[in-house]
């Protein structure tokens, strides 16, 4: 597999981290949108195939250990997985949906993930997001909404910490905006 660079290649995550707050960049994952509708005749036949499930409305299905799928809109997911099966992934689903009316298209360079965990982590999201993360984020649960002035998709899959994905082109910002409003808590 071929070395890649993130948007946030260099910088020091350490910088960011203490005792009770900690950042991390998750790599090594490929992002795959997929547009479909659930009622939509042979999505689930071609859904089953592919070993995913599409969860309800703010909802997740799935695992970052096989396939993560994250509910962004009523007929559009956003399908994480491992970046050394991406190419396979895409190639199997286009076959599945075959017929079905569907969009699968690889969005692997267009977003970084980062891994918000410590006592912190919700006093920093308060900061910057509109959305009461530490009230409505529950497990298993995703919402798009507002990281200061950059778009960004915010889940949580256990009780420990949240994941943040903002576009490519925002990734600067947002580790710029994590650094400045998690310097009381470090």
Request: aromatic share 12%.
């Amino acid at each position: 597999m071929a070395k890649f660079e993130t948007a946030l290649e260099g910088h020091d995550f350490n910088a960011l981290s203490g005792e009770g707050f900690q950042v991390s960049e998750e790599r090594d994952y490929a992002y795959v949108v997929l547009r479909i509708r659930p009622n939509t005749a042979g999505a689930a036949e071609a859904l089953s195939k592919l070993g995913i499930q599409l969860p309800n409305a703010l909802g997740i299905t799935g695992s970052l250990d096989t396939k993560l799928v994250k509910w962004i809109s009523p007929d559009e997911y956003l399908v994480t997985l491992a970046l050394s099966q991406k190419d396979a992934f895409i190639k199997d689903a286009k076959a599945a949906l075959n017929g079905v009316f569907s969009a699968v298209v690889d969005n692997s360079g267009g977003y970084s993930l980062l891994k918000l965990s410590g006592e912190y982590r919700y006093d920093v999201l308060a900061k910057n997001c509109v959305y009461d993360c530490s009230r409505y984020l529950s497990e298993g649960k995703v919402v798009s909404t507002l990281f200061s002035k950059a778009s960004a998709v915010i889940y949580r899959l256990d009780a420990n910490s949240v994941y943040l994905m903002v576009r490519w082109s925002f990734a600067d910002y947002a580790f710029n905006v994590l650094e400045a409003s998690s310097r009381e808590f470090r």
